[in-house]
């Protein structure tokens, strides 16, 4: 059984860091494409990072790019957001995505 787990989440400050942590079951996060995403109150989901399948190669969007990186570790089997620089904007339900399965999201929320 697919399962997805996040955690990590909490209220930072503009300019902080976080890393969120996404762990896996049922599947190999080393050879698939696991996906982060967001979705902040009224606003669509929004496709922040991912991590391509065997390679290992990220890609992020323009609007995270310098400031957050994408990682696995096969040995916990567990995708990882590392998040710097933090703004405001960054405020929102983070989710990590596995073909059709997702996590229940872990809250980030970037205020002074």
């Known amino acids: 059984q697919v399962e997805l787990v996040e955690s990590g989440g909490g209220l930072v400050q503009p300019g902080g860091s976080r890393t969120l942590s996404c762990v896996g079951t049922g599947f190999s996060v080393a050879n698939t494409v696991v996906k982060w995403w967001r979705q902040a109150p009224g606003k669509e989901r929004e496709l922040v990072a991912q991590?391509?399948?065997?390679?290992?190669?990220?890609s992020y969007a323009y609007s995270v790019q310098g400031r957050f990186t994408v990682s696995r570790n096969a040995a916990n089997n567990t995708v990882y957001l590392q998040m710097n620089n933090l703004r405001p904007e960054d405020t929102a339900v983070y989710y990590c995505?596995?073909?059709?399965?997702w996590g229940q999201g872990t809250q980030v929320t970037v205020s002074s």
């Open positions: 991590i391509r399948e065997i390679e290992g190669i990220p």
């Open positions: 995505n596995y073909l059709l399965y």
